[in-house]
């Protein structure tokens, strides 16, 4: 099978043609072939939408993985596992029983929600949204229905309306966990997160917590908050790759280093794709660091590559994006390692680990003090954050096996 999509990216207000992509599925494996449009690299404002796939040159990029396909920059815009589980259910239900493609799963996504700013269409196509209908993201009153959906997916008893909800869900940044894009109340994009039924403990709470004491750390983290629907904790996330309701480009981690999933790297290989292509490598050096020593007290373990992001600045350079997806894991359910590792020396989720690499992140041995200080000091009574809340008793205890601090 061969398909082929024309790249666009939204620049302000412009929606302007990249590239073309070429995907081919065999049997024995799959492939894809890139080439920027000639129009693109003549323009004054453009830059490569992958540095370390797609360098903004005169020729073809091919990719071919067990894994993906597609260069890094247009993966970090495809479903995660709960999308795919989704659009896999809605192909079904339309009768359509075919293997689905990379390219499939990836049209399928409704344009509106997709993470950053590329959009995609088949040539010949008037629009950017495909195959599966063009639905409108739900606003926040419908959250109990969305509820329900993701519970009846989970059950294996979703109807086809089930997943006509739950597929504007869009492109999260990532995870398995149910989820749907919401309009929040003032007209801004937002995730919801919601409840599993075999959760033991709040996820929803234990995640907007870690989001508001980033911020309350220093760090800069998207904003959350906890919604209760009909007596079920919702975690509702604003988007942070929408500015002023324009699309700002996207790159996680993964593909800043030119890595797929499953392949490691550590904090400080992070650090040196800051150095190489940060427009502000200093402050974003620090602000790293911080939030390496933020996961430590606050037993965040699971921060692989792609829960780490990159929005476009200017003149080729990206800055670090705002944290997100932050889950402090309890101790018994973990041990205190970390999925990214501070440096070569080890996984643990250990400060003098993080002392040792504080050079690579720009930063003198009493300057790493100074915010492993402020870190601690200021996560000190975190339950009360927690209890604000709404967190349960039940839910702090658990959760306090997770925290290095008081």
């Known amino acids: 099978m061969t398909d082929a999509i024309e790249v666009y990216v939204d620049i302000g207000d412009k929606t302007l043609l990249v590239g073309r992509c070429r995907y081919v599925a065999k049997r024995r494996g799959q492939s894809s072939v890139f080439e920027y449009a000639d129009t693109w690299l003549d323009y004054a404002d453009a830059f490569a939408l992958d540095p370390a796939n797609l360098p903004r040159v005169r020729q073809s990029f091919y990719t071919r993985s067990e894994k993906s396909a597609l260069p890094g ?7 995660d596992r709960w999308g795919q589980r989704l659009i896999r259910r809605a192909f079904r239900k339309t009768g359509d029983e075919r293997t689905l493609s990379e ?22 196509e008037g629009n950017f949204d495909h195959d599966i209908g063009r639905y ?3 606003p926040l009153i419908q959250l109990p229905a969305l509820v329900d959906a993701a519970n009846a997916v ?16 869009g492109s999260p940044l990532g995870g398995a966990r149910p989820k749907s894009a919401v309009v929040d109340n003032d007209g801004s994009l937002a995730i919801a997160k919601f409840p599993k039924a075999d959760d033991d403990r709040s996820i929803p709470h234990g995640e907007v917590l870690a989001l508001r004491l980033a911020k309350h750390v220093g760090i800069d983290a998207a904003p959350a908050r906890v919604i209760d629907v009909a007596g079920r904790p919702v975690a509702l996330i604003t988007r942070f790759d929408r500015r002023d309701g ?55 373990l699971d921060d692989h590559l792609r829960n780490h992001g990159f929005l476009y600045d200017r003149n080729d350079q990206w800055r670090l994006s705002p944290a997100y997806d932050l889950n402090p894991v309890p101790r018994q359910e973990k041990a205190r390692e970390l999925t990214t590792w501070i440096s070569e020396e080890g996984p643990e989720a250990d400060l003098d680990l993080a002392r040792q690499a504080a050079a690579s992140f720009a930063l003198k041995p009493n300057e790493a003090e100074e915010i492993i200080e402020d870190v601690s000091t200021r996560l000190n009574g975190w339950q009360d954050i927690a209890r604000q809340l709404g967190m349960s008793v039940t839910d702090v205890k658990i959760y306090e096996t997770a925290f290095e601090v008081n």
């Open 73 to 79: 920059a247009m993966r970090d815009t495809a479903p």
């Open 136 to 138: 409108q993201v739900p």
């Open 246 to 300: 324009q699309r700002i480009p996207f790159l996680s981690a993964m593909s800043l280093l030119g890595l797929e999933d499953g392949d490691e790297a550590t904090y400080t290989d992070i650090a040196e794709a800051i150095r190489n292509h940060s427009s502000e490598p200093t402050k974003d050096l620090h602000e790293l660091w911080r939030r390496v020593v933020f996961s430590v007290l606050i037993g965040n």
């Open 103 to 124: 390219i499939d799963y990836l049209l399928a996504i409704i344009d509106r929600t997709r993470i950053g700013a590329l959009r995609y269409k088949r040539e010949g």
């Open 154 to 169: 989970q059950s294996n008893t979703e109807t086809a309306e089930d997943l006509r909800l739950l597929l504007n869900e």
